[in-house]
């Protein structure tokens, strides 16, 4: 009668610490880096790095394109930065103006022109047009100064350089063609709200 196994004579996949072969030898440290290094789909062709670089900059400027639209500061130009530009952009957004129809009223000038009656053509050439020039001036003039001075006075210590020009231009866009969109509805008081 023999008696119970040793710890030397049991199986050796049921013994602690056991650890099964794995089959192949453990790659060198180097080797295994330079596996983690190369890319999952690395081109095989000069024509595919530069097909894949494509789609990249493609899938980047469509993401840029899609913040900007909906007012993620993250995809802001330069020129639309900072809080001077945001309270610009809220003053103009705030009002209704002439100049935001602009370009409705130059394509109504465009077509009556055409008309048949050379006194009608003298009028709109001569004073429906210059009218509508002096007004758009005048409305942005205005328009700049105010949002200058506010500015100013809303944010001291930041620069209100090009500001006034910056509203003046975003007050010749069609309001829904505005980029960024706007946050104000006409009537909203464009009045920076202080935190804390």
Known sequence: MTGPAGPDTA????????????????????????????PLNAPQTRKEAYKQYRERQ????????????????????????????????????????????????????????????????LGVTYIVWPLMMASIVIEGTFTATRVKKQAAQHFPNESVRGAGMYAAMRQLQIRRLRLPKPRLKPGDDPTPRRSG
């Not at 945001?86 to 705030?94: C, H, N, W």
């Open 58 to 121: 493609r899938r980047q400027a469509e993401r840029e394109r899609e913040g900007y639209a909906k007012g993620d500061e993250r995809y802001f130009r330069p020129q639309d930065q900072g809080p001077v530009r945001a309270f610009a952009r809220d003053y103009v957004d705030s009002r209704r103006s002439v100049s935001e129809f602009f370009l409705y009223f130059s394509l109504a000038i465009i077509v009556l022109l055409f008309l048949p009656f050379p006194e009608f053509q």
């Open 11 to 38: 199986d050796p996949a049921e013994r602690r610490g056991y650890t099964p072969k794995k089959g192949t030898p453990t790659p060198k440290r180097r080797e295994a880096e330079k596996d983690l290094r190369r």
